[in-house]
């Protein structure tokens, strides 16, 4: 699965085997703001979201009840308490531990953390930096809460572009996963072999599944949610568990056609659950046109180009080769020290795509826009103005719709038609059930998701 390749003898001299992570069972999925989104787009039912939400919150309210607390366990894959809860019942030690559950569980839904802590298991680097994000996130909870009544929490996301626009929902059939290329060539194009660990009743479930959706994150395109055919019974595969395995045959990589994923460390949202699957099928995405070994050579070539130093002759003497060096060596920091710039960008312009998507749909033009700036990496200074007026330019004018859009809501019912009219192609695709009816006011189930989860981790705070 390495993305470089290197001789035998390059290999055999460093005489290192580097493991970022490994798959794990009950590395469990959950529905994020994007996913809603695009699923959404791609014509699943609104009201199927709206029950797995109000499943989900009824199950944690209720997750000191034995009944519950016994299918949480289970479907999450907590065996020791499961195993307690079995043979003592529902004694004080367990009923302490069942709420510490429930109260982490909230508390995960308050920062819209879409994959569970079982997922993987976090480098120094991404536990500071998500302790960091839990403490920014904490401080500014304490300072909403000084500063604003009990209605500013429930706020649509279409009132203010820079606030945090996510959720989660559980899903109980659905893992994170790696995705693995097929080592046997057995299986064909449009074709996985996906076995995650199960207890038996849902693994009797399992067994009758015949699809799965496959979306890989970050996606901002409904081209990149996959819908792959579940290879059951391959004898080869059976040790392969709680990984996807892709094809090697085909036009293209399916992990490539999900958002330009791969499979060298890449990890994938995977359902089975039938109420998710896509009423629209379309054709995998094309933007992502490179390799990510092309991406990175043009990246390193990006990077030396704009670091003036290597713009200048090599220095004769010693001494100017040394000054070159220290020269290089500054410019490189200073690079790198612009990274929260870049990534203070890039969530200016995921909160803007959102915003957008909340009006016209997550297909409209300016969606598109800001699809291209998302796919490409925010780590190039000199793109950072042109990306940063660009990004004003689109603020300034969703300002303007949104406006707009506040004057027709007094003068129409929101839902009655599309805010903008619809092209002939377009019309003629909704005509042949080929694409989902046009998006209308109101269809912004998102952010009615969001509304609920504000609320119910408000009320399960208080209770």
Not at 81 to 89: M, P, V
């Amino acid at each position: 699965m390495a993305d470089f390749r290197f001789s035998v003898e390059e290999v055999s001299e460093g005489k290192v085997l580097g493991v970022v992570n490994f798959a794990q069972p009950y590395s469990l999925g959950y529905l994020d703001i994007m996913t809603v989104m695009l699923l959404t787009e791609k014509g699943v039912p609104k009201e199927y979201f709206a029950k797995i939400q109000a499943d989900y919150h009824h199950l944690i309210h209720n997750l000191e009840d034995r009944t519950f607390a016994s299918y949480f366990l289970r479907t999450t894959g907590n065996e020791d308490l499961l195993k307690a809860l079995k043979t003592e019942g529902l004694t004080q030690r367990i009923l302490k531990e069942l709420h510490d559950l429930k109260i982490k569980e909230t508390k995960n839904m308050k920062a819209g953390k879409y994959a569970d802590d079982n997922e993987a298991k976090e480098g120094k680097y991404q536990r500071e930096c998500r302790k960091r994000n839990e403490e920014a996130g904490e401080e500014n909870d304490k300072q909403a809460q000084t500063n604003s009544s009990e209605d500013s929490c429930s706020k649509s996301i279409l009132e203010d572009p820079y606030i945090d626009q996510d959720f989660r929902i559980f899903t109980p059939d659905a893992r994170v996963v790696y995705g693995v290329c097929d080592p046997y060539g057995q299986l064909n194009y449009g074709e996985c072999v996906f076995q995650p660990t199960l207890h038996r009743p849902e693994s009797d479930t399992f067994a009758l599944a015949e699809n799965v959706l496959v979306i890989r994150r970050p996606s901002f395109d409904v081209q990149d949610v996959i819908v792959l055919k579940l290879a059951h019974g391959k004898e080869a595969y059976k040790d392969l568990h709680d990984c996807i395995v892709f094809p090697s045959k085909g036009i293209r990589p399916h992990a490539f056609e999900c958002a330009g994923g791969r499979v060298g460390g890449d990890k994938y949202f995977v359902s089975w659950d039938p109420g998710l699957i896509p009423q629209f099928v379309s054709s995998p995405y094309v933007g992502f046109a490179e390799t990510t070994t092309s991406k990175l050579v043009d990246k390193t070539k990006e990077l030396l180009m704009n670091l003036k130093c290597f713009k200048e002759k090599k220095p004769a003497s010693e001494g100017e080769q040394r000054k070159h060096l220290q020269k290089a060596h500054v410019e490189i920091i200073e690079h790198f020290a612009n990274f929260q710039d870049q990534e203070n960008l890039r969530k200016r312009a995921s909160n803007l795509f959102l915003n957008y998507a909340s009006l016209f749909g997550s297909t409209c033009p300016e969606c598109e826009v800001l699809k291209k700036m998302l796919e490409q990496e925010f780590d190039c200074s000199l793109r950072s103005e042109l990306i940063s007026k660009k990004l004003v330019d689109l603020e300034e004018k969703y300002n303007k719709e949104l406006q707009r859009f506040a004057k027709l809501s007094h003068t129409r019912p929101l839902s009655s038609q599309p805010l903008r009219p619809l092209g002939m192609w377009d019309k003629l695709l909704i005509s042949l059930h080929w694409r989902k009816p046009a998006f209308c006011p109101g269809d912004d189930i998102w952010n009615s998701i969001k509304k609920k989860n504000v609320e119910f981790v408000t009320f399960e705070n208080m209770v």
